[in-house]
Nanobody, 123 residues
Framework: QVQLVESGGGLVQAGDSLRLSCAAS????????VGWFRQAPGKEREFVAA????????YYADSVKRRFTISRDNTNDMVFLQMNSLNPEDTAVYFC????????????????WGQGTQVTVSS
C-alpha cells in the first residue's frame, strides 16, 4: 500500500512549462515503478510517462517524448514530470500511479493512484 499526492498543476499559456510532483507517503520507494497518466474531458485515460524502480529506465508516449521528462528522487520519495512547450492538447487531469514491479504503460498494471492535479493550457 502506498499513498500518492500530486501537485504542481495550474493554468498556463501555450508554450509555457510546468513541473508536476508526486509525493509518496510510504516506502521503500525503490520498490515501486511510477507512471504518469492523464485524462482529458470526454476522453479515456492516456499513458504519459513511466520510470523504473531505480530510475534507470524511462519510457514516454510519443506525443510527449520530446517535451516531457520524468525523474525521481528516491531519497525524498518524490517523482517529477517536467513539462515543456505545453499546448492546449495537454490539458487534462494528470495522475501519478505506482506499482510494485517494473515500469509499464498499461494503466491496469498500476495498483495505486493519486487523486490527480489539473493542468489547463490556454491557446
Amino acid at each position: 500500500q502506498v499513498q500518492l499526492v500530486e501537485s504542481g498543476g495550474g493554468l498556463v499559456q501555450a508554450g509555457d512549462s510546468l513541473r508536476l510532483s508526486c509525493a509518496a507517503s510510504t516506502g521503500p520507494f525503490t520498490s515501486y515503478a511510477v507512471g504518469w497518466f492523464r485524462q482529458a474531458p470526454g476522453k479515456e485515460r492516456e499513458f504519459v510517462a513511466a520510470i523504473s524502480r531505480s530510475g534507470g529506465s524511462r519510457y514516454y508516449a510519443d506525443s510527449v517524448k520530446r517535451r516531457f521528462t520524468i525523474s525521481r528522487d528516491n531519497t525524498n520519495d518524490m517523482v517529477f514530470l517536467q513539462m515543456n512547450s505545453l499546448n492546449p492538447e495537454d490539458t487534462a487531469v494528470y495522475f501519478c500511479s505506482a506499482r510494485a514491479g517494473p515500469l509499464s504503460s498499461r494503466n491496469d498494471d498500476y495498483n495505486y493512484w493519486g487523486q490527480g492535479t489539473q493542468v489547463t493550457v490556454s491557446s
